[in-house]
């Protein structure tokens, strides 16, 4: 079995949602606290044994290159100032560690990934949206590359939602159980919630194996008009063995804005540094 060593970071969305913070500087910059989204997506995947990442990027995306970057005037400034320089250590990301491809149109998450074949090559790969933070130890993907190891063939992450809420996501149709793991018999994004089979939903980290770029290649359409990676993995359901993980953590949908506003409260009352102001405020702030 071939292990996981490439990481596709689609990053080329539009961020509408979040609007007009996002029309100059792009959804996966925004801060949790003091880490963009983006952050946090590659220390996860880094976690999981990740090698080499690939960001799927489009027009006004550069913010995120830069991140990745050596930011040699701030550096030196820093260094001269006796300033300590422990803070950038993850953001840096040698030439050998990322790759960047553009994704011309937002023609969808599907389309997206498909940008990324030539570098992912004929390898197993994973994937993570950004939007979806995930926070727990271990963190998800190392949880899904340790079942990988098991398992073999796709994975993807679930969570039960409430079924009212099934229509803004991809929804899986489970089959046998064997505690965290759940086989996947079949996939559809954004369901109706009267058709939907179920209420666990796929919530942004996949395992996928080469073969889903070939199906890509000839997806039509779907949901919104995108080209959409949930139709091609229903595709695949049968030629491939397909699980799904059901994450031991917490999950926050940072595409929404509640969901980030959430967030940025759950992170700052956990951390050292901040916490008991946090706590005192917010206590204040509801009396
Ligand atoms: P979303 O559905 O959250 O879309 O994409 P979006 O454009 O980022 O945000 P809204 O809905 O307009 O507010 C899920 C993930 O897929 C990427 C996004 O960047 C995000 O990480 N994506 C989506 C692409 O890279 N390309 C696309 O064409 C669509």
């Not at 919530?203 to 199906?215: H, N």
């Not at 929404?256 to 005192?280: F, P, T, W």
Request: include cysteine.
């Amino acid at each position: 079995m071939k292990p996981i060593r490439k990481a596709v970071f689609p990053v080329a969305g539009l961020g509408t949602r979040f609007l007009p913070a996002t029309k100059a500087i792009p959804k996966e910059m925004l801060p949790i606290v003091d880490r963009p989204l983006i952050q946090y997506a590659v220390d996860e995947a880094r976690e999981a044994g990740i090698e080499q990442m690939i960001f799927v990027t489009g027009r006004g995306k550069s913010a995120i290159e830069d991140h990745f970057d050596i930011a040699f005037e701030l550096e030196k400034t820093m260094a001269e100032r006796g300033k300590s320089l422990e803070v950038l250590e993850p953001t840096r990301l040698g030439p050998g560690n990322c790759a960047y491809v553009r994704q011309q149109e937002p023609l969808g998450l599907g389309h997206a990934i498909w940008c990324a074949r030539a570098i992912v090559g004929d390898e197993p790969f994973a994937i993570f949206l950004p939007d979806e933070f995930m926070v727990g130890s271990p963190g998800c993907m190392k949880q899904m590359v340790e079942a990988y190891n098991r398992l073999g063939g796709n994975l993807i992450s679930v969570l039960e939602v409430p079924r009212e809420t099934v229509s803004s996501y991809g929804v899986i149709a489970p089959g046998a159980r064997d505690g965290d793991i759940t086989e996947v018999t079949g996939l559809v994004e954004k369901p109706k919630v009267e058709d939907a089979p179920s209420n666990l939903i796929i919530s942004g980290r996949y395992i996928l194996q080469p073969e889903v770029m070939r199906t890509l290649e000839s997806q039509e359409k779907g949901a919104g008009g995108e080209i959409q990676l949930t139709d091609a993995m229903a595709r695949m359901i049968g030629t491939q063995p397909f699980h799904a993980v059901t994450f031991a953590g917490k999950r926050y949908d940072c595409g929404s804005k509640a969901g980030y506003v959430q967030a940025n409260l759950a992170i700052a009352l956990g951390r050292d540094d901040m916490g008991a102001e946090i706590r005192a405020f917010a206590l204040d702030l509801l009396k």
